[in-house]
């Protein structure tokens, strides 16, 4: 057996293992080793404050008001011109975010600890949907909400789930697939199962009726609330992955908003980046793809693990809805992601393709042969600064990514 066949095996089998579980809800501060006064953590491989796309500015901005680094959204520009702020990707704190990805010092992260490997993964609060931070929105009722999340429901968020020792997350995904998501743009049934689960401990640890109904209010009316514990899943699931030497296993895919950047077990933590690629799909009322940024976000972290892109025809109210067409050519998405992957995921099914489980473990090499790149199911930001959301719909990892990864590899194990 070849180097590269058993390495691959050990990380298909890292990945079948994992038992992620969502454990607790905390101020990053507390969750994330390093994070710092004025250190802002983002979406994608690393990018300057100069390359910065648009939303990603607004986040800075706005984050940097929400902490109380800046009396406003200029002043917060000044700052970030003058370099006041320490960026890094989420990625290189075991953390991950949506669309522009802010995490900083006082936000309220969640928590999945993958019981297998004994590693921990972290991922802000779904901010719901409209105007939010994760697409570069920054006015006050933005901002508010935010402070929302942090004073009220984050804690309860946190003490229902040590009231019930944790949610298992693969069981939960598993029931989701067979009620319609796929865990990027479709998350209504995970959703609805989270607060079924949540609800009680929820009621259980709550002595104000008023926060409790606010509470549970937000989690019931947020379809998307799920992708953000999905994100935190795949995060624990892929990090022991990573470091196995002569693997050709993809163990990150993420996005900046400029460049598209992957990471790959055996060549370590480097990142193999291009530009990144525009998304197709769906528009809001009063807005066109003029408006748009190119795709953005480390939700890619999903289709790493066999969902969102890779999961399609599980979810074929999704196909429509990013502008993937019809049913049929959802399940030939499935079925085309299945070439460039090593296994399939026998605890992941989807009923209509006959319970055929999830590609599992995007392969370098096989991108590179094949010339098949990853679909990727995502949102789209608008390109300015403060307006949010315009639109959902598909895009592909760019192929000179994988290429790169490819030649490195090679070059590691001295075959180049």
Not at 78 to 90: I, K, L, M, S, T
Not at 122 to 132: A, D, H, R, Y
Not at 299 to 320: D, H
Not at 395 to 415: K, S, Y
């Amino acid at each position: 057996m070849d180097i590269i066949t058993q390495a691959n095996e050990e990380a298909i089998r890292r990945m079948l293992t994992g038992d992620p579980v969502l454990v607790d809800v905390v101020p990053a501060t507390e969750a994330i080793d390093g994070l710092k006064d004025r250190m802002i953590l983002h979406a994608g491989p690393p990018v300057a404050w100069k390359n910065m796309c648009g939303p990603m500015r607004g986040a800075v901005t706005g984050i940097a008001v929400f902490e109380g680094w800046a009396e406003n959204l200029a002043d917060a520009e000044e700052q970030a011109d003058a370099g006041a702020f320490e960026f890094h990707p989420n990625h290189h704190f075991d953390a991950v975010g949506p669309m522009t990805g802010m995490t900083t010092m006082s936000q309220p992260v969640m928590v999945v600890e993958n019981r297998a490997f004994g590693n921990r993964a972290f991922c802000t609060i779904n901010e719901g949907l409209g105007k939010v931070m994760r697409f570069g929105g920054n006015d006050l009722e933005v901002l508010d909400r935010l402070r929302w999340l942090r004073g009220s429901f984050g804690p309860a968020f946190g003490r229902a789930l040590r009231h019930i020792d944790g949610l298992p997350l693969k069981d939960l995904i598993a029931r989701g697939l067979t009620m319609g998501d796929e865990m990027h743009q479709r998350n209504i049934g995970c959703s609805s199962l989270t607060l079924r689960a949540l609800a009680p401990a929820f009621a259980a640890t709550s002595d104000e009726n008023d926060a409790l109904s606010r509470a549970l209010a937000f989690l019931g009316g947020n379809d998307q609330f799920f992708l953000n514990i999905a994100m935190a899943m795949g995060k624990s699931v892929m990090d022991p992955v990573r470091d196995i030497e002569g693997s050709s296993v993809v163990t990150a895919m993420s996005r900046n908003g400029t460049e598209f950047g992957i990471r790959v077990s055996g060549t370590g933590d480097q990142w193999f980046t291009a530009p990144v690629e525009m998304p197709e799909g769906l528009y809001f009322p009063g807005f066109t793809s003029d408006d748009a940024n190119p795709d953005m976000g480390d939700s890619t972290i999903v289709e790493t693990v066999g969902l969102g892109g890779f999961a399609m025809a599980a979810a074929p109210a999704v196909a429509g809805f990013v502008g993937a067409g019809t049913a049929t050519e959802a399940a030939a998405t499935t079925h085309a992601m299945a070439e460039i992957v090593h296994s399939e995921n026998p605890e992941w099914t989807i009923p209509s393709l006959n319970y055929l489980g999830v590609p599992t473990g995007i392969d370098v090499r096989y991108v590179v042969e094949t010339g098949l790149a990853p679909t990727i199911n995502t949102g789209i930001a608008h390109k300015d600064p403060g307006v949010g959301q315009v639109g959902a719909g598909v895009v592909r990892a760019p192929l000179a990514c994988f290429e790169q990864a490819v030649w490195a590899l090679a070059d590691r194990l001295g075959i180049a």
